[in-house]
């Protein structure tokens, strides 16, 4: 099973600043990687699929890097809708897994 | 607009057995390979398993396998989660999931979630 590590676990911003978020995989996963933002109460939801590809409707500001064990989740300028759980997530090989997760919050 | 809507949790006892649904609207539903997903507070997220657009594949994690049971019908645009033997760790919302059609097993639409809560 490929594990994924997801740092800080915590990332204490205020709005406008900039967010990175770091997913490390125990393996090769070359860019079958996706993130995912979860707020309270609510289904997570699709930001960045495949890497570095943005999925529909979701604001540049998001972007998304890297490839083979190291990933990174880059939001440029923080909006008060940013302040959730993100989750990295692999699809390189059965079973698909996710990443503990990264909670962004209002510093 | 896309739409899933998940069905059928509840409080069972452990041992005991349910079958959640999910009913899907706006887009081709046989088009589309499908999965379960559950969240916990303790366990973050957790895929379950996973069903190709004809059934013929089917996966699961490893803590559900022997246990949990995916199947789909298309003709009434309906993915199925037979769980049995539930576990108290099997707590959580349980999600069903669609796949993106470019870019496999990541989950472009969730359903809002169903709440399944295992306790004696």
């Known amino acids: 099973e490929i594990v994924l590590t997801q740092s800080p676990a915590t990332l204490s911003l205020s709005p406008g600043e900039r967010a990175t978020l770091s997913c490390r995989a125990s393996q090769s996963i070359s860019s079958f990687l996706a993130w995912y933002q979860q707020r309270p109460g609510q289904a997570p939801r699709l930001l960045i699929y495949d890497a570095f590809n943005r999925a529909a409707g979701i604001p540049a500001r998001f972007s998304g890097s890297g490839s083979g064990t190291d990933f990174t989740l880059t939001i440029s300028s923080l909006e008060p809708d940013d302040f959730a759980i993100y989750y990295c997530q692999q699809r390189k090989s059965w079973p698909v897994t996710f990443g503990p997760g990264t909670t962004v919050d209002i510093k | 607009d896309v739409q899933l809507v998940e069905s059928g949790g509840g409080l069972v006892q452990p041992g005991g057995s349910l079958r959640l649904s999910c009913v899907a609207s706006?887009?081709?539903?046989?088009?589309?390979?499908m999965n379960w997903v559950r969240h916990s507070p303790g366990k973050g997220l957790e895929w379950i398993s996973y069903?190709?657009?004809?059934?013929?594949?089917?996966y699961y994690a490893d803590l559900v396998k022997g246990r949990f049971f995916i199947s789909r019908d298309n003709a009434k645009n309906s993915l199925y989660l037979q769980m049995n033997s539930l576990r108290d760790e099997d707590t959580a919302i349980y999600y069903c999931a669609r796949d993106t059609m470019s870019a496999g097993v990541h989950f472009d639409f969730w359903g809002q979630g169903i709440l399944v809560t295992v306790s004696s």
């Open positions: 706006g887009f081709i539903f046989s088009s589309y390979e």
């Open positions: 069903i190709s657009t004809s059934g013929d594949r089917i």
